[in-house]
Antibody, heavy 121, light 107 residues
Framework: QVQLVESGGGVVQPGGSLRLSCAAS????????MHWVRQAPGKGLEWVAF????????YYADSVKGRFTISRDNSKNTLYLQMNSLRAEDTAVYYC??????????????WGQGTLVTVSS | DIQMTQSPSSLSASVGDRVTITCQAS??????LNWYQQKPGKAPKLLIY???NLETGVPSRFSGSGSGTDFTFTISSLQPEDIATYYC?????????FGGGTKVEIK
């Protein structure tokens, strides 16, 4: 069955960096686009970034553009989110999510359990 | 960017009631609209994709309709396990955008 397992969250000071990972299994990882979506405490869902199945295209929310980098290693079935210049407003649970089909970019049919990132001094 | 306006932000209904949530897009998104359920402390779960298609394994009491800018999500007979927050989400254009969510509670 499809599994997405995030790791790498934690507490970091403002201006610091963190790298999140999402280990995928149960499907052909290299065939699907992948996303990061976050949720601040008590708030709604916010899309963060997307990477195509082969890494050829990447898209970012304006709120993270220039600070976050999405990447993937299809040989390791792993998705990454490198987060630099972190701000208090980046505090959230970060979920990785899989596209439902190889062509539907933005239908999130499987989600990980999430990893909490707290930006605080 | 496309904005999604969801209403109401919360509702309280009795078991067995019909529950309806609406979602409005700031521009025409055709049928590129999904609905998710999120229970406390859990990841969201896809219920409806492309406005009206039920995801595999989702109970038939859930349904969706609409196209263009106006969409509706319905629970035909509310069950205790349906207590959750529901989100609409468009994917016609990047960035994908979520509505603000509707918290459903039992009266």
């Amino acid at each position: 069955q499809v599994q997405l397992v995030e790791s790498g969250g934690g507490v970091v000071q403002p201006g610091g960096s963190l790298r999140l990972s999402c280990a995928a299994s149960g499907f052909t990882f290299s065939s699907y686009g992948m996303h990061w979506v976050r949720q601040a405490p008590g708030k709604g869902l916010e899309w963060v970034a997307f990477i195509r199945y082969d890494g050829s295209n990447k898209y970012y929310a304006d709120s993270v553009k220039g600070r976050f980098t999405i990447s993937r290693d299809n040989s390791k079935n792993t998705l990454y989110l490198q987060m630099n210049s972190l701000r208090a407003e980046d505090t959230a649970v970060y979920y990785c999510a899989k596209d439902r089909t190889v062509t539907d970019e933005g239908v999130f049919d499987y989600w990980g359990q999430g990893t909490l990132v707290t930006v605080s001094s | 960017d496309i904005q999604m306006t969801q209403s109401p932000s919360s509702l309280s209904a009795s078991v067995g009631d019909r529950v309806t949530i609406t979602c409005q897009a700031s521009q025409d998104i055709s049928n590129y609209l999904n609905w998710y359920q999120q229970k406390p402390g859990k990841a969201p779960k896809l219920l409806i994709y492309d406005a009206s298609n039920l995801e595999t394994g989702v109970p038939s009491r859930f349904s969706g309709s609409g196209s263009g800018t106006d969409f509706t999500f319905t629970i035909s007979s509310l069950q205790p396990e349906d207590i959750a927050t529901y989100y609409c989400q468009q994917y016609d254009n990047l960035p994908p955008a979520f509505g603000g969510g509707t918290k459903v509670e039992i009266k």
